[in-house]
């Protein structure tokens, strides 16, 4: 099925250990974004992507990077884990506003981490 | 800076019940509104979406939304919620092409809803 693909699903990493997590999809969107998921903070962007090669801070960039060497994944990296970036974690795409100006956003099923 | 309000925390409604949840945004320029839901253990389903035209916004499930620019508004209602409701309902605005593409989604809260049979 078309859609966006977020690997792993889950994941206990103990603190100052590294991890990678993994959006890909397949409709060719242009734009990708990768949000955190707190109780009572709703979703908050961490990173954006507004085409291959490209990245650019969300409003909680720090402890975080990310890549999009092609255009169909973009990479969250952890480099040293902290408890404080235990989260749910959502990648989502969308296509350049011109193509589809009404279309909204896909979200992928999420990664659940958490850090010990 | 843009950010989005969601007035409520937690709901709790009898099947039936008629559902109001707020959402107020703050720009003053070109906004596109959103209502997402997720279901206990699933990822973000748009609800509907609000870009032009209308402002009574019709969307899945028997939602519907009313855009009310002299508020900065964008409420989220149903007549008479079911048990299947039960979810936690996000906000979310994104401004017009005036940032040069770089359009970027930001969420309120959320508002948990809890339907009791």
């Known amino acids: 099925n078309a859609g966006v693909t977020q690997t792993p699903k889950f994941r206990v990493l103990k603190t100052g250990q590294s991890m990678t997590l993994l959006c890909a999809q397949d409709?060719?969107?242009?734009?990708m974004y990768w949000y955190r998921q707190d109780p009572g903070m709703g979703l908050r962007l961490i990173h954006y992507?507004?085409?291959?090669?490209?990245?650019a801070k969300g409003e909680v960039p720090d402890g975080y990077n990310v890549s999009r060497l092609k255009k169909q994944n973009f990479l969250l990296g952890l480099e040293s884990a902290a408890p404080s970036q235990t989260s749910v974690y959502f990648c989502?795409?969308?296509?350049?506003?011109?193509?589809?100006?009404?279309?909204?956003?896909?979200f992928g099923s999420g990664t659940r981490l958490t850090v010990v | 800076a843009q950010s989005v309000s969601q007035h409520n925390h937690h709901v709790i409604l009898s099947e039936a019940a008629s559902l109001e949840l707020g959402c107020n945004y703050s720009?003053?320029?070109?906004?596109?509104l959103f209502w997402y839901v997720q279901y206990p253990g699933q990822h973000l389903q748009l609800l509907l979406k609000?870009?032009?035209?209308?402002?009574l916004v019709k969307g899945i499930k028997g939602f519907e939304a009313e855009f009310i620019k002299s508020k900065f508004s964008f409420n989220l209602r149903k007549p008479s919620v079911q048990w299947s409701d039960t979810a936690e309902y996000f906000c979310?605005?994104?401004?017009?092409?005036?940032?040069?593409?770089?359009?970027?989604?930001?969420f309120g809260a959320g508002t948990r809803l809890a339907v009791h049979p």
């Open positions: 989502a795409s969308r296509p350049r506003d011109r193509e589809r100006p009404n279309y909204g956003y896909t």
């Open positions: 409709m060719n969107h242009e734009y």
């Open positions: 992507s507004v085409g291959e090669g490209t990245t």
């Open positions: 720009y003053g320029g070109t906004v596109n």
């Open positions: 609000y870009f032009s035209g209308d402002p």
């Open positions: 979310a605005a994104t401004t017009g092409l005036s940032l040069g593409g770089y359009n970027k989604l930001i």
